[in-house]
């Protein structure tokens, strides 16, 4: 069955530190990847996709993301973390881009 | 701008009526969907339109109806049948070709709850 699993439930760090986030999926097919946020109350804001070609694929606000296949993971990173990054983050695959099987979310919560 | 409008923002429901959620699009997308989002349990499939008069069971269709009769409007309706109505609803959009390397778009949703 296709599914996505964001292992971590909720994550605190300092401002200033380095994130990830991880994401794993199980697809039948090559997948298109995309992380989400959400701000509370608010709707999805796309950060990145993955469709093909280069698997370190550069967002918006800072984050990266890299697809490795032999891990089936998509994990989101950020070098430095600022507190107006604390939001929800999904992790989607999709075919075609708006189909899309979501994660269960990951809560970031950014410390002072 | 383009986007995509959800109205309204805050709906309250009293148990066994029927209740219609608003989603309007001006992105020219030929597809739409409709999400549920609980705690803890992400976003889940509701229904999707590939094309006008054309829809789409998701996952969690059971209690849900919905119409395409314009390409810009994908309205949802919750029925007295939907068990546990109290959510989170958002509306999607896209392309449905997928080479087009493309995203869908979200509108700010409609949160609605049962009283």
């Known amino acids: 069955a296709q599914s996505v699993t964001q292992p971590d439930i909720h994550i605190t760090v300092s401002e200033g530190a380095s994130l990830e986030l991880r994401c794993n999926y199980s697809?039948?097919?090559?997948?298109?990847l995309f992380w989400y946020v959400q701000s509370p109350g608010q709707g999805l804001q796309l950060l990145l996709k993955?469709?093909?070609?280069?698997?370190l694929v550069q967002g918006i606000k800072g984050f990266e993301a890299e697809f490795k296949r032999s891990q089936s993971s998509f994990n989101l990173r950020k070098p430095s973390v600022h507190w107006s990054d604390a939001a929800e983050y999904f992790c989607a695959v999709g075919d075609p881009p708006g189909k899309l099987i979501f994660g269960q979310g990951t809560t970031l919560q950014v410390k002072p | 701008d383009g986007g995509i409008t959800q109205s309204p923002k805050y709906l309250f429901r009293k148990e066994g009526q029927n209740v219609t959620l608003s989603c309007e699009q001006n992105l020219n997308h030929d597809a739409m969907y409709w999400y549920r989002q609980d705690p803890g349990q992400g976003l889940r499939l509701i229904y999707y339109s590939q094309i006008v008069n054309d829809f789409q069971k998701g996952d969690i269709a059971e209690g849900y109806s919905v119409s395409r009769e314009k390409k810009e409007s994908f309205p949802l309706t919750v029925t007295s049948a939907q068990k546990n109505p109290t959510a989170f609803y958002l509306c999607?959009?896209?392309?449905?070709?997928?080479?087009?390397?493309?995203?869908?778009?979200f509108g700010q949703g409609t949160r609605l709850t049962v009283v």
């Open positions: 993955y469709f093909s070609g280069d698997t």
């Open positions: 697809y039948g097919a090559t997948p298109y």
């Open positions: 999607a959009s896209s392309p449905w070709d997928d080479r087009l390397n493309t995203e869908a778009f």
